[in-house]
């Protein structure tokens, strides 16, 4: 299981909005003389249109738990800030937490009327740098790690690296998976045809 951020209670200092994807709202904030980034996640469903599917099973497969399920496997390996961003652990947000987001992000909590906020949280380091052509050789590198992790990532666009680190794993499947939801073949076909082509439209 991946770790609680090892300051659950601390204040958010200086935060700052960078970001929003469909499934987070991202924030820079001021860990003592230290920048660090908070991916606050959004509430997720399992998409209406599909069959029905249990409650435990939604959780599991959820953006959130797919990071925190990735993070974690690379924690126990020891290879954490190698082949994606380094993680400092998961977060459930205060009141005076949220507080201090909602002073940058009003928007925080307005995004789904019958919610009364999102407080789950991963804690990253934050990085700047943007990816440039000079990276791939190291990105594409990198995905020796994924492998012997058995972690499959599924969002590799640009906008998901900073300089040669991968910062997003919550469209990740970290192997074994949950039964119907994942393949082996997908695994295997992805690690065998795939690594040559990323970044090749950057």
């Not at 820079?28 to 209406?48: A, I, M, Q, R, S």
Request: charged share 25%.
């Amino acid at each position: 299981l991946l770790k609680r951020f090892a300051h659950p209670e601390a204040k958010i200092s200086q935060p700052e909005h960078i970001g929003i994807g469909e499934d987070a709202i991202t924030f820079k904030f001021k860990h003592g003389e230290t920048d660090l980034c908070l991916k606050v996640f959004k509430p997720w469903k399992y998409p209406h249109s599909y069959p029905s599917i249990n409650p435990t099973v939604e959780k599991l497969i959820g953006p959130f738990s797919r990071e925190c399920r990735a993070f974690a496997r690379l924690c126990d390996m020891g290879l954490n800030g190698t082949w994606a961003v380094r993680c400092h652990g998961w977060i459930y947000l205060s009141d005076s937490q949220m507080a201090s987001l909602r002073k940058v992000y009003p928007q925080l909590e307005s995004y789904d009327p019958y919610y009364t906020g999102s407080r789950w949280a991963i804690v990253k380091d934050f990085l700047s740098a943007p990816p440039t052509k000079a990276d791939l050789v190291k990105i594409r590198e990198g995905f020796d790690i994924a492998k012997q992790a058995r972690i499959l990532p599924h969002d590799l666009e640009m906008d998901n690296y900073k300089g040669s680190v991968l910062m997003d794993l919550g469209c990740s499947t970290t192997y074994p998976f949950v039964r119907g939801y994942a393949s082996t073949f997908e695994f295997d076909h992805f690690f065998d045809n795939c690594i040559p082509y990323i970044g090749e439209d950057w």
